[in-house]
């Protein structure tokens, strides 16, 4: 089978010079096309040749041959967006599936432009078979053709835009349109026009003309009476129906009043173009603009005010008629120049210097001026005028300036007169108590008052009649703002002069004073010439000022900075700090004890105690430090330029040895000791806020150990004050979800071995943290306040136990209760006293002891006193727990009904024969014996301090050696288990 060959991406061409086929020359077919001008190609679909005319060649350009032969030469010209559709033309025309073959197509010029070309083309010899043999076909140059399509595409695109456009303005315009043609009939109009003239629409829309139109309105007394309500040169050509001259421009008022501007504009073809504006408010505007002119003028007159604007980029100045009447003269007679020169022609020298400050670069360039200035009108007259106004600048160029102008001459002549008159009396008034001066300034005289004089404590004469001798004795840091303040009145800057000052007084001392004056008479040129004043003594005011001062930044007792200068100053030394790269150290001290001294030795003596502790300290650093006072016991100290921390010791050991020696405070001495935070800036901490609360971390840690001690601020001293921040949130949860428990201790009767009381202990089970310490909670729970409720809890527990116990183990069984002091103060809330609770259960007072700390007794508010006679009336014992340790004395103890002191288990701890604790626990059970008071001793863990006791007379032990605290099942088991004596056995 014979493969006809892919026909190519178009029939490319080659040379038609060449030779043609046997029988090809005299082809007629072929011989007319090469007349016709076009680009002729021939094509042999079995061997795939091509030839092509020399027009062909022409049409991109090219010289005859000048083009490579060959379909790849042709390939390369053909636009790449014409190629795919070119071969599918071709191959659609020789399967049959088009009729023809003929398409528009681009092809690049020899200069790079393309050229729009019409290939079209037949077969024109086939096999037996059909199969295409041979096609020919032509070439077409269409560009023009092309362009001229694009160019008309254009111009009607630009014509329907301009078309809607027209549209879509005539239709959103204010302005009502009519379009008439040369015939006068309405061809086109817009929905404005209707509302405008209240014409209906469908009328307009019949075309009427412009004479029926008119017809209609005059009929319908649109204009009014004989037109009335038309502009006079319009009225003729309304009454006629359009057939006068026609005014292209008038104002006509409608019948629901509103004005009208109508303009007319003939059109080319004959036709016109009428608009309708709604001119009412401007014609209302414009009249009461002319009223307002008419007004302004008048009251210019009779005000005498008129507006002076500068140009000050033109260097011109214009005036209004109101100026011209206030310099008396007419703008035939004077035409205003420059700036500066308009304004020196009328204005005085003293007045010219205000304003060339005013312009001055010195100047602050405000965009408001107000002044008051002297001027000369050109008939000579002196008047006084006020200029008042406002100025623009553009980077402290003054661009322009508009002042509007008053003459004021009536009522400055009466001021001067006031102010001469006032100025007498002032000088009578002020003469009577404070010293008087008098200064002529030209001559360089001052006078002073016989009251002056003496106010310094000399004698009139004393002082020579010189300006300069008051001068050389005011205090030299007063003295700059003397001589601004001064100046500042000579260049009219303030209206009377005031300053306070210090002077030498003849003893050498300094006194306080208030000087105040005002220059009474200038000269042409504005000088001063004279200046009255007065002195009066301060001196006593300023005292008062400083002791206002003394009591807001410093302490009063002790005289050290409070927490507000304190703080003042911490920031100062923290940016001296961050700019020389320097740390400093913060410590808080607190004195331990001092509520004890206070409480036992009254107020007083604790403010002597607070003031030499105060004195104390500040001898142990530097007086660059600083030394203040928070409040109650605590002292802050801020200690500068810190190299190392370890160079810290020395100053601490200094300040705790200084601290706790004796305090010989009158008859007293006091012994106290002190506790130290410190923290260190930047290495804890940046911010104020967290240096404090890091220096009290530390001071707690160091109470915490055992007080007389320092301690520095460490990580762990932050996560352990945010453990107790947590704590205290778990505790509120932990008293809902009864998370509590408590364990009951035996106390055992030394004399028999019997058991018949318990102290009751709380413990807390906490889901996460397991078993937590009381000494760990207590404390949170005793600042949170919820001691209470805790307290409440204990109680009801405590007492449904003790009910049980007398029931099951003994029908006289005690429990003891600890009672913080915090309970004392805060009675919770809705809850029944004890003894009513008590009563409730068939129980008796006594089966209750509350057990208190010593440092109770020393509280002297009276809830205190009420609350320990209550539980004594109810038959609720008292037993003073921890007692050695605090800071009582006996008479508290005779003062208040207690039944019981437990010794501490300090004491006890190291209990042998003939020691020295064991020579004081004999005089404690001594003591309250005779007291009649029992005794219970705390912490017995061997047999031998449980004898030594018990030789001692002690009524009563609790400690390891009889047994841990237990819950209530095991205490039950543990009293079983143990029957008296044997508790007292080895």
């Known amino acids: 089978m014979n493969h006809r060959p892919d026909p190519p991406l178009s029939p490319a061409p080659q040379d038609w010079t060449r030779a043609p086929e046997v029988g090809d020359a005299n082809n007629p077919w072929k011989l007319a096309l090469e007349g016709s001008g076009v680009g002729v190609w021939d094509w042999d679909l079995r061997t795939g040749s091509q030839i092509y005319s020399s027009r062909w060649e022409e049409m991109l350009g090219f010289a005859s041959g000048e083009l490579a032969p060959g379909f790849e030469e042709f390939s390369t010209r053909v636009h790449p967006d014409d190629i795919a ?355 002529h300034i030209q001559t360089g005289v001052e006078h002073l008052s016989k009251r002056l004089v003496e106010m310094y404590g000399f004698s009139e004469g004393e002082i020579p009649d010189l300006p300069t001798e008051l001068d050389q004795r005011t205090h030299p840091d007063d003295l700059a703002q003397m001589d601004r303040d001064r100046d500042d009145h000579f260049a009219g800057l303030t209206t009377s002069y005031s300053n306070e000052h210090r002077v030498r007084c003849k003893d050498g001392s300094w006194k306080w004073v208030l000087s105040r004056g005002m220059v009474i008479t200038r000269d042409a040129q504005g000088q001063p010439l004279r200046m009255i004043g007065t002195h009066t003594d301060i001196t006593d005011r300023k005292a008062a000022e400083a002791l206002i001062r003394q009591q807001a930044f410093f302490d009063a007792l002790t005289g050290l900075p409070n927490r507000r200068m304190l703080r003042d100053r911490l920031e100062q030394e923290i940016k001296r700090c961050k700019r020389d790269a320097q740390q400093l150290a913060i410590l808080f001290i607190d004195l331990d004890h001092f509520k004890e001294v206070n409480d036992t030795l009254g107020h007083g003596t604790g403010d002597l105690l607070l003031m030499e502790a105060a004195r104390r300290i500040q001898a142990c650093v530097r007086e660059s430090d600083t030394v203040a006072r928070m409040g109650g016991d605590e002292f802050t100290v801020v200690l500068t330029e810190v190299a190392d921390a370890s160079r810290l010791e020395p100053t601490l050991q200094k300040i705790l040895r200084s601290v706790e020696q004796v305090f010989q405070l009158g008859n007293e001495q006091v012994f106290v000791s002190a506790s130290i935070g410190i923290t260190l800036y930047p290495l804890d901490a940046k911010d104020i806020e967290d240096l404090f609360k890091n220096a009290d971390q530390a001071l707690y840690a160091a109470k915490g150990a055992g007080r007389n001690r320092f301690s520095f601020f460490t990580p762990a001293l932050q996560a352990a004050a945010q453990t107790r921040v947590r704590l205290a949130n778990d505790l509120r949860s932990g008293l809902q979800d009864q998370q509590f428990r408590l364990v009951y201790q035996p106390i055992v009767e030394l004399a028999t071995g019997a058991v018949h009381k318990a102290e009751a202990l709380i413990r807390w089970q906490h889901p996460t943290r397991g078993l937590i310490s009381p000494a760990q909670f207590i404390p949170i729970a005793e600042s949170s306040g919820l001691i209470v ?190 029957p008296p004596p044997a508790l007292l056995e080895s």
């Open 85 to 439: 559709p070119m071969q599918a033309a071709v191959a659609a025309y020789l399967d049959g599936s088009a009729p023809s073959y003929s398409m528009d197509l681009r092809m690049r010029h020899k200069d790079g432009h393309w050229v729009w070309i019409v290939s079209s083309g037949m077969v024109v010899s086939r096999a037996a078979d059909g199969t295409p043999l041979r096609m020919i076909g032509t070439h077409t140059d269409i560009s023009a053709r092309k362009q001229a399509e694009a160019e008309l595409r254009a111009s009607h695109a630009q014509l329907l835009e301009q078309t809607r456009l027209l549209q879509t303005t005539t239709a959103s315009i204010s302005q009502g349109i009519f379009v008439f043609n040369a015939g006068m009939r309405l061809i086109s109009f817009n929905r404005r026009v209707c509302e405008l003239l209240d014409l209906p629409e469908s009328f307009l829309a019949a075309s009427p003309t412009l004479e029926q139109i008119s017809s209609f309105q005059l009929e319908r007394g649109d204009f009014g009476p004989q037109a009335q309500w038309v502009d006079p040169r319009a009225r003729h050509y309304v009454l006629t129906g359009g057939h006068a001259e026609l005014p292209t421009h008038f104002l006509r008022v409608t019948l629901a009043g509103t004005t009208l501007e109508v303009k007319t504009q003939t059109l080319p073809d004959g036709g016109l173009v009428r608009t309708f504006a709604d001119v009412s408010d401007y014609v209302q505007a414009q009249a009461a603009r002319k009223r307002l002119d008419q007004l302004l003028t008048a009251t210019q007159a009779l005000a005498q005010v008129g507006g002076w604007e500068v140009d000050a980029v033109l260097d011109r100045v214009y005036w209004t008629e109101g100026v011209y009447r206030i310099f008396q003269t007419t703008p035939e007679e004077y035409t205003p120049t420059t700036a500066m020169a308009t304004a020196e022609r009328v204005l005085k020298p003293s007045a010219m210097a205000k304003i060339r400050a005013s312009y001055s670069e010195a100047a602050q360039h405000s965009s408001t001026h107000e002044y008051e200035l002297e001027a000369v009108t050109f008939r000579g007259e002196s008047i006084w005028v006020h200029a008042m106004g406002t100025s623009t600048w553009d980077n402290g160029r003054l661009l322009s300036r508009t002042s509007v102008l008053q003459n004021i001459t009536e009522r400055k002549q009466a001021q001067m007169a006031l102010q001469e008159t006032e100025n007498r009396w002032r000088l009578a008034l002020e003469s009577t108590g404070d010293g008087v001066w008098d200064w």
């Open 789 to 978: 409720e805790m307290g409440e809890w204990v109680f009801e527990q405590a007492a449904l136990q003790v009910q049980a116990w007398r029931k099951n183990l003994h029908p006289n069984f005690q429990i003891s209760i600890n009672k913080s002091p915090v309970q004392f103060h805060h009675e919770s809330q809705g809850n029944q006293r004890w003894d009513a609770r008590l009563r409730a259960l068939g129980l008796p007072g006594c089966s209750m002891v509350v057990e208190i700390t010593e440092g109770l007794l020393l509280d002297t508010s009276s809830r205190v006193s009420e609350h320990l006679l209550e539980l004594a009336a109810a038959g609720i014992q008292v037993a003073l727990d921890d007692f050695g340790t605090g800071y009582s004395a006996l008479s508290y103890l005779q003062r208040f009904d207690i039944d019981f002191i437990k010794i501490d288990q300090s004491f006890v701890r190291d209990l042998v024969p003939d020691s020295t604790n064991l020579a004081l626990c004999k005089a404690m059970v001594v003591m309250a014996h005779a007291l009649g008071m029992k005794v219970v001793a705390e912490g017995v863990e061997t047999a031998q301090q449980r004898d030594l006791l018990a030789a001692t007379g002690c009524d009563y032990a609790q400690g390891y050696w009889f047994s841990r605290p237990v819950p209530a099942a095991d205490f039950e088991t543990f009293w079983a288990a143990h």
